[in-house]
């Protein structure tokens, strides 16, 4: 079991995905000030019920049973003054106890899940290679600067999922699935609903 502070959060953070966020709370100052300072990680837990800024009187939130750790790849101060990191994701958890410390943070009791180890592409599984190389085409996402080794398919397929406008709970589920077939097949699936075809062929 491990301590990990922990950055609750409505969006999900897949492994090798990255996520930008905009950092106000003092709580949250301070986790990026200490993880950059140690060259640390901490861990992004996604937020079932509830909000991800503290308000006085309110539950806290209700957070997931398993997450990401996180390491901090960019900064800047925004045009609003407020600072702005990129994270990147690396190791999943699962989430099994919660503490808090004087100055709000939440810090969490984990396990560490095996990294898992590179999965070769299957020929079947090469349309949704192409999605995510069309998608790497937007400037927003090319601001990103992702690194994907598209010969393992976690890779592509946590890239790919981090990616795609899809629901936080759809996300969600999918980071717990530990079979990379079961994962490609979910994807296939979802972009073929996204598409409205039997297949991927079209789909730009």
Same mark, same amino acid.
């Given at each position: 079991m491990t301590e990990l502070p922990l950055f609750p959060l409505s969006g999900v953070l897949l492994p090798h995905g990255k996520m930008p966020l905009q950092i106000f709370e003092?709580?949250?100052?301070d986790l990026v000030r200490d993880s950059m300072k140690s060259a640390s990680p901490?861990?992004?837990?996604?937020? +079932?019920?509830? &909000?991800?800024?503290?308000?006085?009187g309110s539950a806290?939130?209700?957070?997931? /049973?398993?997450?990401?750790? &996180?390491?901090?790849? /960019?900064? /800047?101060?925004?045009?609003n003054g407020l600072l702005g990191v990129?994270?990147?994701?690396?190791?999943?958890? /699962?989430?099994?106890?919660?503490s808090r410390r004087d100055n709000g943070l939440?810090?969490?009791?984990?396990?560490? +899940?095996?990294?898992?180890?590179p999965a070769q592409m299957a020929p079947q599984w090469e349309q949704l290679l192409d999605v995510l190389r069309s998608l790497e085409t937007h400037p927003h996402v090319q601001r990103m600067a992702l690194q994907v080794d598209y010969q393992d398919a976690w890779q592509v397929a946590y890239t790919l999922l981090q990616l795609l406008p899809l629901e936080e709970a759809i996300k969600y589920r999918l980071l717990g699935l530990d079979d990379i077939r079961d994962l490609m097949g979910e994807l296939d699936a979802i972009l073929n609903q996204i598409s409205g075809e039997d297949s991927l062929d079209d789909l730009d």
């Open positions: 003092q709580r949250y100052l901490f861990g992004v837990v996604w937020i +079932r019920r509830g &909000a991800e800024v503290a308000v006085k806290a939130p209700q957070l997931g /049973d398993y997450g990401t750790s &996180a390491r901090i790849v /960019d900064w /800047d101060q925004l045009p990129t994270i990147e994701g690396g190791q999943r958890f /699962d989430l099994a106890a919660t939440v810090v969490g009791q984990v396990s560490l +899940r095996a990294p898992q180890a």
